[in-house]
């Protein structure tokens, strides 16, 4: 408790907390979803794309969370519009693309690292850093939380009824074309919170990782959301103050607070998993579940 | 054997299905204010291809239709079309006298409808989701929602296994879960698409008494497609057989002989009764004008 109370007097760990939970739940209800609708392909491809735009807003001296989310919207509304079903088939075109995001990204770094004093453009971009955030972005994110999470409310019920059946939702009245290309819109406000929180590169992880263990450990979508919540929740606690103190114990070179959330909800889901083979939870077999690129 | 004519509340439209025979249905449909559907003379193109080649029937008030076709004859594309899914390029689909029916009032049971075993759904949800899953915010499910949700849930059969993972049900008990999904928002029409299709014997029976019964009961029509008509012959009010996207609606032993079929497939067919059950086969030699060869193969259209 003590330990808390001093973390709690440093201001980069008040931001870090304060940033760290509200992503973590507003991504534990967009991931529970996500996961269902086997679009964590799309989630992660969306924070491939989101860091061109983290990296352009670099380079331009902009906030990165509005080239981040500019990027992985316009990116995920571009999904839709083509298909995404369509372009997981295509996937030579896709891994093209990706891979041309990626050397864009690339380009914008070096060029703000030649421009200016930044050598952590690639860090900040693609790893992030939650101890780095601006404490003038804090009030942006939170907004951001709340749209995704009150947008996730708006269209729940029809974006579940699709995810169950297409087929039946269309036939009872749902507008799927809208649902999809709204819910696309919220993922990539999710990408886009990941990535200012935990790097583009590992924001796939905090949106599908805490989904996936909640899917696996409830039996209910409900269930399922609050525990995500909860687990991405704790994941962020622990990893911060893990990272925070490991500079004690490493000799000054302190674990970077992506790596430790990371590794927390990589640790999770692996418990999950020996619990669900092991028979004591009940057994959802996600087989979508992306957590490999952790 | 047949119910020819159908409980009381019918007995106006018992014209309806009279007239509607083999060689004068497309008379049937017109000027009949009293049906409930009324499709008329609708031409269904996809891809360049026409599926269906002016179909023209009517459904009254509790009527009980089969859709019958082998594969390929267009009847998903019917179902669809009536649904709205699909716009013809020509003719007129209306349902109680409007072009598109309103919210609830076609149930829809689609073909294949494949549920993740994993989903945390219970199939009461699913049901659920029947009701009011098109609308938009989280809403507060009262207690007379789920009241209309169980008794849906009831009249199939479903109520039993209402909590159970809705992905992890046998595929009659799945059957009953979606057809207590269309039926929960009070449809006046319900279509259903080769819902005895992987179903044992015994489960078909099931499905088809219980459509019976509902159909009686809550006065709903029923439209659904088969390639099978036996598992239906004792239920249904009338028959629309479909083949390469033409279709004669009529009753059952008026539509299903050998002459009305033959003409239909442009080919010879012979048509068998054998204990209540008929058979729909490619005709014989007795029959077979100048084909030396059968296109259909040996028993193209046994169903």
């Known amino acids: ?294 | 054997m047949m119910p020819q004519s159908m409980s009381l509340k019918n007995q106006d439209e018992g014209s309806v299905s009279t007239k509607a025979t083999a060689t004068s249905h497309e008379r049937s449909v017109a000027f009949n204010g009293r049906s409930l559907l009324d499709v008329h003379g609708i031409h269904v193109e996809i891809g360049g291809t026409e599926i269906l080649k002016g179909i023209d029937l009517s459904v009254a008030p509790g009527e009980f239709l089969g859709l019958i076709g082998s594969n390929g004859a267009g009847k998903t594309t019917l179902l669809r079309t009536i649904l709205g899914d699909i716009e013809p390029s020509s003719g007129t689909v209306s349902i109680m006298g409007r072009k598109r029916a309103k919210a609830g009032m076609v149930g829809y049971v689609p073909q294949k409808i494949q549920l993740d075993p994993d989903l945390p759904i219970r199939a009461k949800d699913l049901v659920a989701l029947g009701l009011d899953g098109q609308r938009f915010g989280i809403g507060i499910r009262s207690s007379h929602f789920w009241d209309q949700v169980e008794h849906a849930m009831r009249a199939v059969g479903a109520w039993e296994f209402a909590d159970r993972p809705v992905g992890r049900l046998s595929g009659g008990q799945q059957q009953r879960v979606l057809i207590a999904a269309a039926l929960v928002a009070n449809p006046k029409l319900m279509l259903l698409d080769e819902p005895l299709a992987n179903l044992d014997p015994a489960n078909a029976d099931d499905i088809v008494s219980l459509l019976n019964s509902i159909r009686t009961r809550e006065g709903i029509s029923i439209i659904l497609s088969a390639h099978d008509i036996n598992p239906l012959i004792d239920s249904l009010d009338k028959v629309v057989y479909l083949a390469s996207g033409n279709a004669v609606v009529g009753k059952t032993d008026e539509v299903i002989t050998t002459e009305v079929l033959s003409k239909l497939y442009c080919h010879p067919i012979e048509v068998l009764h054998a204990g209540g059950r008929v058979m729909v086969m490619a005709g014989d030699n007795a029959h077979a004008h100048a084909h030396d060869a059968d296109p259909f193969g040996a028993k193209k259209a046994e169903d």
């Open chain 1, 1 to 294: 408790m003590n330990l808390l109370m001093d973390l709690w007097q440093v201001q980069e760990m008040r931001t870090a907390l304060l940033v760290g939970s509200t992503v973590a739940i507003a991504t534990a209800c967009i991931g529970v979803l996500t996961v269902l609708r086997g679009q964590s392909f799309a989630g992660h491809s969306l924070t491939d794309l989101a860091s061109v735009g983290g990296s352009a807003a670099y380079l331009l001296g902009i906030n990165q969370l509005w080239g981040f989310l500019v990027a992985s919207v316009l990116a995920g509304l571009g999904m839709h519009a083509i298909g995404i079903e369509r372009i997981r088939g295509r996937d030579v075109a896709t891994g093209i693309v990706l891979a041309t995001g990626m050397g864009f990204t690339s380009l914008f770094i070096t060029l703000s690292m030649t421009g200016k004093s930044g050598g952590s453009a690639a860090v900040a971009v693609l790893f992030g850093s939650l101890f780095a955030i601006n404490p003038q972005t804090v009030p942006l994110i939170c907004l951001l939380a709340v749209v995704s999470i009150v947008a996730m409310a708006l269209i729940w019920r029809p974006a579940l009824f699709v995810t169950v059946s297409p087929q039946l939702a269309h036939a009872n009245g749902v507008r799927n074309g809208l649902i999809n290309a709204v819910f696309m819109c919220i993922l990539g406000i999710g990408v886009a919170l990941g990535s200012i929180s935990v790097g583009a590169i590992l924001s796939t992880a905090l949106l599908i990782g805490p989904a996936s263990c909640g899917l696996i450990l409830a039996r209910r979508m409900r269930d399922a959301i609050i525990t995500a919540g909860v687990l991405g929740f704790a994941s962020v606690w622990i990893g911060v103050i893990l990272s925070y103190e490991s500079y004690h114990w490493t000799g000054g070179k302190s674990w970077s607070v992506s790596f430790c959330i990371v590794a927390l909800i990589l640790l999770m889901y692996l418990v999950c998993r020996v619990l669900r083979s092991l028979g004591l939870v009940h057994g959802n077999a996600r087989r979508k579940a992306v957590v490999a690129h952790v």
